[in-house]
């Protein structure tokens, strides 16, 4: 049943815009293949080595498509970034409230990681590769992303500091940085050069810096 309001016109089904942006879902179905067509050809090759007729192909679009939902090969990449990081936000979160002993919820979202970088071992490259690069036209981006995922460690870290004697001369920043460290260095050492090493022992070798941090 319509829902039009009496006297007033049928509104239109063309687009107001012609250049209007494609519907979210459609947006969002061609932005993952793009990131996943990207992540794989950057993560081989690097930003730099990588056009976007490549991406384009290697995503089944056009490249118009690419220019006409990202404007440049490099706003492509800080989207992509921002995508590959919350989709990994949104796995380490998942398992919030699941967990009511500290250390194990800190497993749960190392595994969450781990699990991550199974599904996406190219982002790991990409982020490792261009992440300290300086100068970096991304290096606003990067530390707005780093910010964002240390945020979700931090957190973890706080609720374990509260449920443990912990060593108060370990500073909280350098915690957080060695965890998020690891879960790259980690999952990609395992990806690149360890396959046959398990998801369980990756996420045991990380823990070790947190039971560390435990008094006993």
């Known amino acids: 049943m319509s829902m039009q309001e009496p006297g007033l016109p049928a509104a239109s089904t063309e687009p107001d815009n012609p250049e209007k942006?494609?519907?979210?879902?459609?947006?969002?179905?061609t932005k993952q293949r793009l990131f996943d067509a990207s992540m794989e050809l950057i993560g081989e090759r690097g930003a730099a080595g990588v056009t976007v007729d490549e991406i384009a192909a290697a995503a089944?679009?056009?490249?118009?498509?690419?220019?006409?939902?990202?404007?440049?090969?490099?706003?492509?990449?800080?989207?992509?970034?921002?995508?590959?990081?919350?989709?990994?936000?949104?796995?380490?979160?998942?398992?919030?409230?699941?967990?009511?002993?500290p250390l194990e919820a800190m497993?749960?979202?190392?595994?969450?990681?781990?699990?991550?970088?199974?599904?996406?071992?190219?982002?790991?490259?990409?982020?490792?590769?261009?992440?300290?690069?300086?100068?970096?036209?991304?290096?606003?981006?990067?530390?707005?992303?780093?910010?964002?995922?240390?945020?979700?460690?931090?957190?973890?870290i706080e609720k374990v500091a509260a449920a443990y004697?912990?060593?108060?001369?370990?500073?909280?920043?350098?915690?957080?940085?060695?965890?998020f460290g690891a879960i790259f260095v980690v999952g990609l050492d395992r990806q690149t050069y360890n396959p046959e090493r398990t998801r369980e022992q990756s996420i045991a070798a990380i823990m070790t810096i947190m039971r560390g941090y435990v008094l006993r």
Request: negative net charge; charged residues 20%.
């Open 21 to 29: 942006k494609l519907r979210p879902a459609r947006t969002n179905a």
């Open 60 to 101: 089944g679009v056009s490249k118009g498509t690419v220019y006409y939902n990202f404007g440049s090969k490099s706003d492509l990449i800080a989207q992509l970034l921002r995508h590959g990081v919350d989709i990994m936000l949104g796995r380490l979160q998942a398992i919030e409230g699941l967990h009511t002993e």
């Open 107 to 156: 497993e749960a979202m190392l595994g969450q990681a781990m699990d991550f970088m199974d599904d996406y071992p190219s982002f790991a490259r990409l982020w490792i590769s261009e992440n300290w690069r300086t100068p970096s036209e991304w290096g606003k981006l990067f530390v707005e992303l780093r910010s964002e995922l240390l945020a979700v460690i931090g957190a973890a």
């Open 165 to 179: 004697p912990v060593d108060a001369g370990i500073a909280r920043g350098s915690l957080e940085a060695a965890m």
